[in-house]
């Protein structure tokens, strides 16, 4: 069974920079997992942030950006906002079409 | 605008049934895959299913494959998740996303429609 793995919870203060990565069991994350990740606050349906890695949605704040990263899928904060408090997804593509989120982190602004 | 509206949720018996709609608008629905993701209460999320925007090709996840089955009417605009012999395990909200294997896969959601499996 394939894992995703991200960090549980990180903390960042306002203004801060801050990486959440993505590991995948299998190995190496690179390009062609196609790393995706998402938003969620409380009460809300995800949002989508980043597509293939390192590509924003017409919506994402330039603040958020996507890289590969030591082997794993990265997604950067930089400038942390108030607003940026919430749980991070991504997601990689694997062989067989098949897709497997990780289990998340909760990013708390403090 | 795209919108993406679930419905057909409820309250269910272990082993019992139930069928999700979603149904889109705001863009050209026939050509895009579609697919469905669950959140466990408290839990992280599930991709679940997807089906391909000629409707030729569905993809499930292991935990669902064999009592779930993923349709789509284009004249409706409207995809469908068919969920057979539910579990306790299969409680969640469950999303439909437009997407699957696009260039940008995921990129709108629904609100989510909530299943709960229990006697």
């Known amino acids: 069974q394939t894992v995703v793995t991200q960090e549980p919870s990180l903390t960042v203060s306002p203004g801060g920079t801050v990486t959440l990565t993505c590991a995948s069991s299998t190995g190496a994350v690179t390009s062609g997992y196609y790393p995706n990740w998402f938003q969620q606050k409380p009460g809300q349906a995800p949002r989508a942030l980043i597509y293939s890695t390192s590509n924003k949605h017409s919506w994402t704040p330039a603040r958020f950006s996507g890289s590969l990263l030591g082997g794993k899928a990265a997604l950067t904060l930089s400038g942390v906002q108030p607003e940026d408090e919430a749980e991070y997804y991504c997601?990689?593509?694997?062989?067989?079409?098949?897709?497997?989120f990780g289990g998340g982190t909760k990013l708390t602004v403090l | 605008e795209v919108q993406l509206l679930e419905s057909g949720g409820g309250l269910v018996q272990p082993g019992g049934s139930l069928r999700l709609s979603c149904a889109a608008s705001g863009f050209t629905f026939s050509i895009y895959a579609m697919s469905w993701v669950r959140q466990a209460p408290g839990k992280g999320l599930e991709w679940v299913s997807a089906?391909?925007?000629?409707?030729?090709?569905?993809f499930y996840a292991d935990s669902v494959k064999g009592r779930f089955t993923i349709s789509r009417d284009d004249s409706k605009n409207t995809l469908y998740l068919q969920m057979n012999s539910l579990r306790a395990e299969d409680t969640a909200v469950y999303y439909c996303?437009?997407?699957?294997?696009?260039?940008?896969?995921?990129?709108?959601w629904g609100q989510g429609t909530l299943v709960t499996v229990s006697s």
């Open positions: 996303a437009k997407g699957y294997y696009d260039l940008r896969p995921f990129d709108y």
């Open positions: 089906i391909s925007g000629s409707g030729d090709s569905t």
């Open positions: 997601l990689l593509y694997y062989a067989g079409a098949h897709v497997v």
